[in-house]
């Protein structure tokens, strides 16, 4: 299983990004994806989640500013990050809680994160 985001980079105060992660390989289901970030020298946060049946969570910090959806067809993530603040660059991380087989525990999976960096 591999998780593969992509759609980092920089943006200006106030601008917008658009984060997108694909899950591939053996899956039977994806229970719930996320977003979670890690700036320099903090320690990673969850961001936003989707669960299988579309109930959603966004940390407090960017209610107003992103909205996170899913494709569960695609077995995608993606992260609409707008009015952006310098305190939103991190690199981004996506996560999977997925179950490969029938039978099998659910894991967890990560992605290899995708950097975010705001700038005024």
């Known amino acids: 299983v591999q998780l593969q985001a992509s759609g980092g980079g920089l943006a200006q105060t106030g601008g917008s990004l658009r984060l997108s992660c694909v899950a591939s390989?053996?899956?039977?289901?994806?229970?719930?994806m996320a977003w979670y970030r890690q700036a320099p020298g903090s320690e990673r946060e969850l961001v936003a989640g989707?669960?299988?049946?579309?109930?959603?969570h966004l940390a407090d910090s960017v209610k107003g500013r992103f909205t996170v959806s899913r494709d569960n067809d695609k077995n995608t993530i993606s992260l609409e990050m707008n009015s952006l603040k310098s305190a939103d660059t991190a690199v981004y991380y996506c996560?999977?809680?997925?179950?490969?087989?029938?039978?099998?525990?659910?894991?967890?999976?990560w992605g290899q994160g995708t950097l975010v960096t705001v700038s005024s």
């Open positions: 996560n999977a809680a997925l179950r490969r087989w029938l039978g099998d525990s659910r894991r967890h999976y």
């Open positions: 390989g053996r899956i039977l289901s994806i229970e719930l």
């Open positions: 989707v669960t299988s049946g579309g109930s959603t």
